[in-house]
């Protein structure tokens, strides 16, 4: 599953911090792909990381004009990464570009979320659109809301 807790997303961050110094492009594109998978992630994901890391550097992918593009725009941009698909891309919006309109269908955590609060037993695709109207503009601090209500 591409979703781990907070708690071993930190681990991993901590230890890739260990291994390179400071994270950035730079840094990241001249690891080894087996010392970045050491730091608890899969060889794949690894893989996906440093090519990244490599795009951004030979600048296949310009980082600094992301935040000038609309929310849908980054996320036709990153899905074009290997290894990024929609779900990672929303999860940059918010936790990377502190997007204010974010609420990903695709993550575990909010739907889990809007199921407790709702008392709903499952919801739909057509469902969460409702959702998603009636916390907008305001989509991620209602992800943040709905994390919280998921975990308790």
Not at 16 to 21: A, P, S
Request: include cysteine; hydrophobic fraction near 35%.
């Amino acid at each position: 599953s591409q979703q781990i807790s907070t708690k071993a997303a930190f681990t991993v961050k901590n230890r890739l911090i260990e291994q390179v110094g400071r994270i950035t492009p730079e840094t990241i594109s001249k690891q080894d792909i087996e010392n970045i998978q050491l730091c608890g992630m899969t060889m794949r994901k690894a893989k996906y990381i440093k090519n990244i890391a490599k795009a951004a550097v030979n600048k296949r992918i310009n980082l600094d004009n992301l935040n000038l593009l609309s929310d849908k725009e980054i996320i036709n941009e990153l899905v074009k990464l290997e290894g990024v698909g929609e779900w990672t891309a929303e999860m940059l919006l918010i936790h990377s570009f502190e997007r204010p309109d974010v609420l990903s269908y695709k993550d575990l955590g909010i739907r889990r979320g809007l199921k407790k609060l709702y008392s709903l037993e499952d919801i739909s695709k057509e469902e969460f659109e409702v959702y998603r109207k009636k916390y907008s503009p305001y989509n991620t601090v209602a992800s943040l809301y709905l994390w919280k209500i998921s975990e308790g």
